[in-house]
């Protein structure tokens, strides 16, 4: 069995250090200095123990959830007062890195203490590069009184759909906005499945996504060594 390493190009620039993520991990591995290495899989014991033996910490724990595409929307309706966009200008973009760094606060880079620094820094990079570079295969703002207060972005795997990023402003989450976003979303690709992951920690988002008829798919661990 092959060990397969894939440098992440992205991270190693944006925090100034070779991070590599590892699909198969075996005992004889060779690491290189001054390098970062994740390794996310689903649950098992066996491999846990193996990465402990490697001197990888554990990070987090996430739980990756599916929307099946026959589970449709009856009705939907977007409220007037929220506006629909996929246009930037400069002056937005300070609302939408606010927003990024909200996404940041919850992710496993902000978990892990060695990088902690860089997760605001790695979610501006990340959308800027979902919008301006392609990143993502599909994206929308929501628009207030003409401020970006929350998007959401897609990325294509055959014939289904993944939740890349998705965030809403501080001072309008819990006014059904995330969910708004999400139902423009299915609706637009009403025939495809939707998949989303989430930390297993974060209980507001996990409840967030099961109420918007997400179930849960998987359980993943993932732990990281630096050299």
């Known amino acids: 069995m092959k060990t397969t390493l894939k440098e992440d190009l992205f991270l190693s620039k944006v925090i100034g250090r070779d991070f ?43 739980v990756v959830l599916k929307r099946n595409k026959n ?27 606010n927003v990024s760094s909200i996404i940041a606060k919850n992710s496993r880079f902000n978990k892990d203490l060695r990088i902690r620094k860089y997760a605001k820094k790695i979610y501006k990079q990340w959308i800027l590069n979902s919008i301006l570079s392609g990143y993502a295969d599909d994206y929308v703002f929501i628009r207030y009184k003409k401020l970006i207060i929350a998007f959401l972005t897609i990325k294509r795997n055959n014939a289904s759909y993944s939740i890349d990023l998705i965030g809403v402003d501080a001072k309008f989450q819990n ?53």
């Open 20 to 62: 590599f993520n590892i699909n198969i991990l075996r005992q004889n591995i060779r690491f290189q200095k001054n390098a970062v290495y994740s390794y996310c899989f689903d649950f098992n014991l066996e491999l846990i123990n193996l990465c402990h033996k490697l001197d990888f910490r554990y990070i987090s724990s996430r």
């Open 71 to 97: 589970n449709q929307l009856k009705h939907f309706k977007f409220p007037k007062e929220y506006i629909l966009d996929k246009e930037v200008t400069k002056e937005d973009w300070n609302n939408i890195y």
């Open 175 to 227: 006014k059904g906005i995330g969910s708004l976003l999400i139902s423009y979303m299915i609706e637009k690709y009403r025939t495809s499945n939707f998949y989303t992951g989430t930390q297993a920690e974060n209980i507001i988002a996990l409840n967030f996504y099961l109420k918007n008829q997400f179930k849960i798919h998987s359980y993943q661990v993932i732990f990281h060594k630096y050299t």
